[in-house]
């Protein structure tokens, strides 16, 4: 794959809520992209989505609600991530939505993170500062396990048998 076409696939890797930060920056790395330059990159695009979540909520989400299929999904969604979050943000406020974010887990991310502080009425200033926080952290835990994950990799090859002599 060339260049631009890794750059491209990591940041809509970053930026979807399936993947973000855990699919981005191993596929950059896998991709020869030095981790120096994976990291900053997919966690500056990762960290877009809260303002770009927040202003679809605060904008487009009024009239998607109108739709029957998308207020089942939603609300499905925003009682998960409300019950996810509650307890972290009663508990230590904004930074509770960051160490959420921070967790690299599946559904703990910075769009589950900026909806659940949404929901839970942090205000934007507070929710983009714990999103970006999150980010950062999350971004280095995921590029510190991809490398040792790789250097490991890569050290057992001694053991592997290659058919060359």
């Known amino acids: 794959m060339s260049g631009p076409a890794v750059w491209g696939w990591t940041a809509l890797l970053s930026f979807l809520p399936i993947s973000e930060l855990r699919g981005a920056i191993p596929f950059a790395i896998n991709q020869g992209v030095p981790w120096y330059g994976a990291y900053p990159y997919a966690a500056a695009i990762n960290a877009l989505v809260a303002p770009v979540c927040w202003i679809f909520l605060s904008t487009l989400h009024r009239l998607f609600l109108k739709m029957a299929w998308y207020e089942n999904f939603f609300n499905r969604f925003v009682g998960r991530a409300r019950d996810k979050l509650r307890g972290g943000v009663e508990k230590w406020g904004w930074l509770g939505v960051a160490v959420f974010v921070a967790i690299p887990f599946p559904l703990t991310g910075a769009w589950t993170g900026t909806l659940g502080a949404w929901v ?46």
């Open 120 to 165: 839970l009425g942090l205000s934007k200033r507070k929710t983009l500062a714990a999103v970006i926080l999150g980010v950062i952290v999350a971004g280095a835990i995921v590029t510190i396990v991809t490398s040792v994950t790789i250097l490991g990799i890569g050290a057992l090859r001694i053991f592997i048998k290659t058919g060359t002599h």
